[in-house]
């Protein structure tokens, strides 16, 4: 085999999530591209969990939708996906939950009984274990030496002792045992040898994000829990003594944009991550980030809404509310990335462009991103990262005549010196109100329309430097895809899929939504003659965009709000009907 899809399922506190984690990092280890992502429901306790991961001897871009291994912890799993499980597909179950039969599948199936509780209880295990020796028997399914896992184990549970290593091992071993012994080669998907040459990390989109702010020079964090973005929560506040960084949790989302409103102010770099509903919280103090003119950087992680909506899902409905977020007028930046190699430098990004035009800066994420897991080149991730603080000045630098004017209207791009408190001779007053250059409050008509039009004029200094969309595909195609964030890999793969059946496609894919790329993007789609738009919404707020800088319309879209991401073999279909 050169590509397996496996899942996982059972109720939640089976160690589900954490074994798709192990699988991945054993099979990167052996240079396999690899990729998780979990399903889950809002539930404190219960629920139908699931974690599926996809192991390829070749790179590529997301899941796929045929399942060619199923571990069922319980009944439920396999009533809910055995359609999904493509013909002659594994099902590895434990007899006392079930007894399946052929007879049960529509689909010739190899089923695989292992006795999960029987093993566990006889290594005097707890209960969730079963897991262990599902990921132990799914190594012998795979073809792979059980030293792949045992390795992991060791790495997984260094921090609670050898007796808790060697019980794990233990009970791995004897699921790795029980296939080796009672099923033969018929009862398998061995993989061809991975042929990844350097050191890959398995690695989720928070946990980009927060390397990413470190790596920038992150020295606060004001970050309330919520899902999709607490991952980014767990790296930060583990890590923040040796990163000689500040994490704090608030007490709600108001707080903490506040909070990362002051330390920028302190001059060190600051961010907040929340998602839909907590934003919304935030509002007001984006507003005051506006006016204050500080740098500020958001990790806005999107799930579908309204309200509290669908709360553990994905979505990419907020790129409207992040654009028009607000009251009064005020420049913004917003980016996208659609992958975790782009979480992480554009994160990079994000930091230096928020100081250079001292501007609020989003990174527009979803749970899909968030909290599936990647594998990427750890040297992504170490190449040397270039500090834009922008026109922060020193002390040495200042007039000693008290006369700074931190919104100084003299300036070619709308950006002011910015001095930080102790600095002598860098005084100035930082609240909510219309200011003069000095930061007084004023009501004065015609120097409120002066400092408003400063503060806007930054659009067209940032629109300068705007990154125009990234094009993959062939030039002469007859589909071109339109795409913003996470959808990007979907559509990559569904453009592969395309090709084996002889159709031409590219996508357009956009990192950096606004300001809008207008001349760019004009001059790329105007030629096109089918445009094909693919959001995860229901209003196509991409499309909205482009029509309202370009005029151009795009009728033909693939939208989807099921809380669920694309798979390509979708794309695919949906593109077949009306071709």
């Known amino acids: 085999m050169q590509s397996v899809t496996w899942k996982m399922g059972g109720e939640a506190g089976y160690g589900i999530m ?25 539930l404190i306790r219960g629920g139908h969990n699931l974690i599926t991961v996809r192991i390829a001897t070749q790179e590529f871009a997301s899941l796929n939708k045929d399942v060619h ?3 069922a912890l319980n009944k439920e799993t396999v009533d809910l996906h055995k359609e999904e499980l493509t013909k002659g597909a594994i099902l590895l179950f434990d007899p006392k939950d079930h007894t399946w039969q052929a007879t049960d599948f529509s689909k010739e199936m190899q089923l695989v009984a292992v006795p999960l509780a029987d093993i566990v209880s006889e290594h005097k295990g707890d209960p969730v ?16 030496d059980f030293s792949a896992i045992e390795s992991v184990i060791r790495d997984q549970f260094k921090r609670k002792g050898q007796e808790v290593i060697d019980n794990n091992i233990a009970i791995a071993k004897a699921g790795y045992d029980h ?29 980009a994000v927060g390397v990413g702010a470190v790596r920038a020079g992150l020295k606060f964090a004001a970050i309330y829990p919520m899902t999709p973005i607490n991952s980014v929560i767990t790296f930060l506040a583990d890590h923040a003594k040796e990163l000689q960084l500040v994490y704090k949790q608030p007490e709600d989302e108001i707080a903490g944009i506040n909070m990362a409103i002051g330390a920028s102010i302190g001059g060190v770099r600051s961010m907040v991550a929340t998602s839909g509903g907590g934003f919304a919280l935030m509002v007001e103090g984006l507003s005051l980030a506006g006016i204050l003119e500080v740098p500020l950087v958001i990790d806005l992680g999107m799930r579908p809404g309204p309200a509290t909506g669908m709360p553990t899902w994905t979505g990419q409905g907020e790129l409207q509310f992040a654009i028009h977020a607000g009251h009064g007028e005020f420049p913004r930046i917003i980016l996208a990335p659609g992958d975790i190699q782009e979480a992480y430098s554009l994160t990079v ?3 230096n462009l928020a100081d250079r035009y001292q501007v609020p800066v989003f990174i527009l994420t979803d749970k899909y991103l968030n909290e599936s897991q990647w594998c990427a080149p750890k040297s992504h991730f170490q190449k040397d990262v270039a500090t834009n603080r922008g026109k922060l000045v020193k002390e040495e630098e200042l007039a000693t005549d008290g006369s700074f004017g931190r919104y100084s209207l003299e300036t070619d791009d709308g950006v002011s010196s910015r001095s930080l408190p102790g600095m002598k001779n860098g005084f100035y007053i930082a609240n909510s109100y219309e200011h003069d250059e000095q930061g007084y409050t004023t009501e004065l008509a015609d120097l409120a329309a002066a400092m408003a039009q400063k503060r806007l004029s930054k659009l067209v200094a940032i629109q300068k430097v705007g990154g125009a969309p990234t094009v993959y595909g062939e030039r002469d195609s007859e589909i071109t895809f339109v795409a913003w964030g996470s959808t990007k890999g979907p559509i990559l793969e569904a453009m592969k899929l395309l090709g084996s059946k002889g159709k031409k496609s590219k996508l357009i894919h956009f990192t950096w939504l606004f300001p809008f790329p207008t001349e760019e993007v004009t001059k790329l ?11 995860l919404n229901t209003t196509a707020q991409l499309a ?11 009728t033909e879209k693939i939208l989807q709000c099921n809380g669920r991401m694309l798979y390509p073999e ?6 077949s009907k009306v071709t």
């Open 18 to 42: 954490s074994s798709g984690t192990m699988l991945c990092r054993t099979f990167s280890r052996l240079g396999y591209h690899v990729l998780a992502t979990n399903e889950y429901p809002s």
């Open 69 to 71: 291994i199923l571990v």
């Open 129 to 144: 274990m079963r897991n262990t020796v599902a990921l132990g028997a799914t190594v012998a399914l795979l073809g792979t």
């Open 179 to 207: 296939i080796k012994t009672n099923f033969t080669n018929q009862s398998s998907m061995f993989l061809s040898k991975g042929e990844k040459k350097e050191p890959f990390l398995v690695i989720n989109g928070s946990e």
């Open 349 to 351: 990004d994000a930091f």
């Open 525 to 535: 789609l105007s030629p096109v003659t089918r445009l094909v738009d693919v959001e």
């Open 544 to 554: 909205f965009l482009i029509r309202e800088h370009t005029g151009i319309s795009i």
């Open 570 to 575: 979708e794309i695919v279909e949906r593109i």
